[in-house]
């Protein structure tokens, strides 16, 4: 199975509110790199990696049919030139070979609009077709839904069913359905991976809405093998509605199956355990540091970060609101596994800058095995951090490019976009052409 590489009772983030106009994969299989992280973005970035790097959507999470090299230098210059203009409200975006000609593609998902699939040519990215669906878009993955050898679509929304699209593996893509029926609550990430080891990709969705009939409880939606997907068991998730904004798939404990954690917003952090059926039982008391985690949390990604073999987690925040104005931003948080799946506060092993945070995704940018930090902002510059090898970052974000400006970006995804065998990074911006940074080669 492919996949690709990369509140209305406790405030949610301002700036989405205003936005949204509301008052990876058999078990350990891994995502699209080479040192195990995870992401949610995109398709939260939701993909776990094994070189080194996931898109996040969600989903975060998988792995590609084109795998993310761990070459480069890590000093970055603007590509953008190469994609076409955009000026729609671009939340959401994931990268994978979807015409099997061995490129990344992408396919950039508005908030309010239809979905952009953009085919890599070596003279830049080319716009193709795609099913003309509107979409309020949050998150997107390229995942192969069906096991056909095919990278399908999955594009999650506020307000709005996740939409599964079928990939023929030569670029088109027709819709598979829209699950579940009816969703009546916020869904900012996603999270895909096989949870009860029948060897095809399930789907969570973080959701928040209090206000709401669900009251924005969590869903787990379960594969039937062909792409659609269907409602887990009861008792499968636990029933908790705290406002989740950010979701990821890894495996803590080391016990072989998928655990969740999800990013919540003004309150703490959970951790569900699976018991390999897709089962999950909460274990955050046990897992969480106490009183760390509460927060404007937004986004989660997990991957190795000291080189010790345990799966870590980075967790975005945006920061709460004050007084009705957008989040002025919030320190984001590392959480260390101890090795017996229990997570430790280090974030003072970050660089301490407190932006208004949205996405993040670790990968590894110069090649020296150890797993980097892009960072996506709201009202800020996109951040870079470096990895010394043992999980101390330092900021790196110099290295991006002068075209970093302040801007707003709710996702990134990571990949090879320019066929040099080193780490690109692409962030996508409201109202705004897409920021492409391609690494310099070695």
């Given amino acids: 199975m492919k996949y690709s590489t990369q509140l209305l009772v406790v405030a949610l983030p301002l700036a989405l509110v205003a936005a949204t106009g509301c008052s990876s994969q058999k078990k350990k299989r891994s995502s699209n790199s080479t040192t195990a992280a995870t992401t949610s973005n995109s398709t939260g970035n939701t993909n776990s990696s094994s070189s080194g790097g996931t898109n996040s959507s969600s989903t975060g999470t998988p792995a590609t049919n084109t795998p993310i090299p761990v070459g480069g230098t890590g000093v970055f210059t603007d590509g953008s030139a190469a ?30 609009g239809v979905p952009r699939l953009l085919l890599n040519r070596p003279t830049g990215f080319t716009a193709a077709s795609f099913p003309a669906v509107t979409i309020a878009a949050t998150d997107a993955a390229l995942v192969d839904m069906n096991n056909d050898g095919n990278l399908d679509a999955v594009i999650s929304a506020n307000y709005e069913p996740v939409r599964v699209f079928r990939g023929d593996g030569a670029g088109g893509f027709t819709l598979l359905g829209e699950f579940p029926a009816v969703n009546d609550a916020l869904v900012y990430k996603i999270a895909i991976g096989d949870v009860d080891g029948d060897n095809d990709p399930d789907v969570v969705l973080a959701r928040a809405g209090q206000n709401t009939t669900s009251q924005g409880a969590d869903l787990l939606l379960l594969n039937d093998g062909t792409g659609t997907l269907v409602d887990a068991p009861a008792g499968a998730l636990p029933a908790l509605t705290e406002d989740s904004l950010g979701v990821a798939l890894f495996d803590l404990d080391k016990d072989g199956d998928l655990d969740l954690y999800l990013a919540n917003f003004g309150i703490e952090d959970r951790v569900y355990l699976n018991d390999g059926a897709g089962v999950f039982t909460d274990a955050s008391a046990l897992v969480l540091p106490a009183g760390v985690t509460v927060g404007g949390a937004t986004a989660v990604t997990a991957g190795d970060v000291n080189g010790d073999g345990f799966m870590d987690v980075v967790v975005a925040n945006e920061g709460l609101s004050v007084g009705g104005n957008p989040p002025a931003g919030e320190a984001n948080l590392l959480l260390l596994n101890d090795g017996a799946g229990r997570l430790q506060d280090a974030s003072v092993l970050l660089p301490a800058d407190a932006d208004a945070s949205f996405d993040v995704v670790l990968v590894d940018v110069n090649g020296d095995n150890a797993l980097d930090l892009f960072v996506a902002n709201l009202r800020a510059v996109q951040r870079l951090y470096l990895n010394s090898g043992n999980g101390v970052f330092t900021d790196a974000t110099a290295n991006l490019s002068a075209t970093n400006t302040g801007g707003d970006s709710f996702s990134m995804t990571v990949g090879d976009f320019n066929a040099d065998r080193a780490v690109d990074v692409l962030f996508v911006r409201r109202q705004a052409t897409p920021w492409l940074f391609l690494n310099t080669p070695r």
């Fill in 83 to 112: 994609l076409p203009a955009s000026t729609q409200d671009d939340w959401a975006v994931a990268s994978g070979d979807v015409d099997g000609d061995g490129r990344a593609d992408l396919l950039i998902a508005p908030n309010g």
